[in-house]
């Protein structure tokens, strides 16, 4: 029998090569001992940073053709940005301390990781029914006396976050076909949304395997209008939604349907981010949330709250959806850090 081809090549636990040109769709997932449904734990037992095996040096070379006139767009907003955090979390704080008057001075920020943008780590959200983070990751290797580092956020600032960007500007596209959205509604952005999203834009947003234009290790980014709408609104407004309780808590998002999680799983996406404080519809309309899925079961790093305004509009006016990003997580390796900056 001839050997199978790289893209005839299926794949099993614990035994994935990131350079592979083929990995199985969720459907076709092996069953790991031990772990919840879905779950691809698949890179061995020690690792700790997922989906970002996936970029690997030929892939950030060849995600480097994406740069076409070297400009550069920052894609995080201000630490003080939303001003009042939701979730009842602390707002950023900035102190301007004195070491000589006139002279010398340093600043000292107290903050929670939610007051900007963020990525949520591995150890931030667990698959709820088995109370498993990533990689068999329990709450005993977060807090207390046999708490360790496995699945910390340094594991990903020692390799760093660089790849081929698209984004989807699903604000744009809900107000040209008039589509009502409201950021801070529980509306939900659904795989058929973002299909004819893309195809607006030109891009083909199925994977390159199914006939479209997503390669393995693409980062993925999605903007709702999140940050729009918070800039619209007076600073009165602002505090009070950041300070509704959390039953009265909503974002709009992504939506929790199985078209969704095919579609987030197979494309491999390296990370999938947003600009909204929650990437997905909240609360979930489902018995599930993507967070489950995409950090816990998949190892897929997820980024919130990232400012998409001045990269949508560069991206609209040269028609080039597709660029070169680059990320560096906060190398904190303490044994209780969930989100970098």
């Known amino acids: 029998m001839a050997p199978l081809r790289d893209t005839e090549r299926v794949q099993l636990p614990e035994t994935w090569d990131p350079e592979s040109v083929s990995f199985p769709l969720r459907r076709d997932l092996p069953s790991i001992p031990g772990a919840p449904k879905d779950a691809a734990w698949v890179w061995g037992a020690e690792d700790n940073v997922g989906r970002l095996n996936l970029l690997t040096r030929a892939r950030v070379l060849a995600a480097s053709k994406a740069i076409k006139s070297g400009e550069v767009i920052p894609v995080n907003l201000p630490l003080n940005v939303p001003g009042q955090p939701a979730f009842n979390r602390e707002p950023f704080v900035h102190h301007i301390k004195t070491l000589a008057p006139g002279l010398f001075y340093d600043d000292n920020y107290y903050m929670n990781t939610q007051s900007g943008t963020q990525w949520d780590g591995f150890r931030h959200f667990a698959h ?42 699903f604000c744009s596209y809900a107000h040209a076909k008039s589509l009502h959205f ?18 607006a834009q030109g891009i083909d947003i199925r994977p390159k395997a199914q006939g479209g234009d997503i390669e393995i290790g693409d980062i993925l980014f999605i903007r709702s209008g999140w940050v729009e709408a918070y ?16 039953k009265e808590i909503k974002f709009g998002g992504v939506a929790q349907e199985e078209s969704i999680l095919d ?10 981010a947003g600009d909204s404080p929650t990437f997905e519809a909240w609360p979930t309309k489902a018995d599930y949330h993507l967070h489950e ?5 998949w190892g897929m790093p997820l980024g919130e709250m990232l400012n998409l305004e001045t990269l949508a ?28 900056p």
């Open 128 to 169: 709820l029914p088995s109370g498993t983070f990533y990689n068999n990751t329990k709450g005993q290797d977060i807090e207390g006396p046999a708490s360790n580092l496995k699945c910390s956020i340094h594991h990903w600032a020692e390799r760093g976050i660089a790849g081929r960007g698209v984004l989807l500007d």
């Open 231 to 246: 800039h619209s609104k007076s600073p009165t407004e602002r505090a009070h939604l950041g300070l509704r309780g959390h």
């Open 293 to 297: 899925y995409i950090l816990s079961l």
């Open 313 to 340: 509009r560069r991206c609209r006016e040269t028609n080039q959806w597709t660029f070169f990003f680059t990320s560096a997580p906060a190398n904190c390796p303490r044994k209780h850090h969930v989100f970098p």
């Open 182 to 199: 409201d950021p801070y509604d529980t509306c939900s952005i659904s795989y058929q949304d973002l299909l004819e999203c893309g195809r």
């Open 263 to 272: 579609w987030l799983h197979d494309c491999y996406f390296a990370a999938v």
